[in-house]
T-cell receptor, first 113, second 111 residues
């Protein structure tokens, strides 16, 4: 089955700097890659996603890049703000078998004012 | 907005009890999922369902069962709770090829 690895496990950045989180996946059939943000005491919230026919996608300060050949994808947050502090999860899915997602281990991001 | 509602935020149960975790979604989604979240391990899939009365095992189904009698409701059952099932449980729903939305989670403690 699919295996997703996520790095780093913790990330501390100064407010205004950029943050990058990287994930690798094992199943070449995976074609859907969402990112979730989880704040303390809440369920994960989808923040951005990308499908395999696209190499990059942006939404304001957030961007995701995908390299299908190398089987890795990354989340980029620019101009970080204290409210970006949370745990971020990447995931991968092949779109079959009920569209089930396989998640990475998570990255705890702390943005220092 | 999609709403996925889990019946309890916090639960404390005794070892050996039968435990029911309930999840309801209001967007007529075909797919529903139960995940377990533990520190450093991310979210691991316990069971999922792609239609009423249909269910498939995920990666860690041992010790759990599920029920989906109605499209909007997906229940996770711990037949005989054990301390190693203390965890955060997350329910999600999605259309067949679409985005998954999560509930707020149930933190279960088994003592």
């Amino acid at each position: 089955g699919e295996n997703v690895e996520q790095h780093p496990s913790t990330l501390s950045v100064q407010e205004g700097d950029s943050a990058v989180i990287k994930c690798t996946y094992s199943d070449s059939a995976s074609n859907y890659f969402p990112w979730y943000k989880q704040e303390l005491g809440k369920g994960p919230q989808l923040i951005i996603d990308i499908r395999s026919n696209v190499g990059e996608k942006k939404d304001q300060r957030i961007a995701v890049t995908l390299n299908k050949t190398a089987k890795h994808f990354s989340l980029h947050i620019t101009e970080t703000q204290p409210e970006d502090s949370a745990v971020y999860f990447c995931a991968a899915s092949s779109g079959t078998a009920g569209n089930k997602l396989t998640f990475g281990g998570g990255t705890r991001v702390l943005v220092k004012p | 907005d999609v709403k996925v509602t889990q019946s309890s935020r916090y639960l404390v149960k005794r070892t050996g009890e039968k435990v029911f975790l309930e999840c309801v979604q209001d967007m007529d989604h075909e797919n529903m999922f139960w995940y377990r979240q533990d520190p450093g391990l991310g979210l691991r899939l316990i069971y999922f369902s792609y239609d009423v009365k249909m269910k498939e095992k995920g990666d860690i189904p041992e010790g759990y069962s599920v029920s989906r009698e109605k499209k909007e409701r997906f229940s996770l059952i711990l037949e005989s709770a054990s301390t190693n099932q203390t965890s955060m449980y997350l329910c999600a729903s999605s259309p067949p090829q679409g985005r998954a939305f999560f509930g707020q989670g149930t933190r279960l403690t088994v003592v």
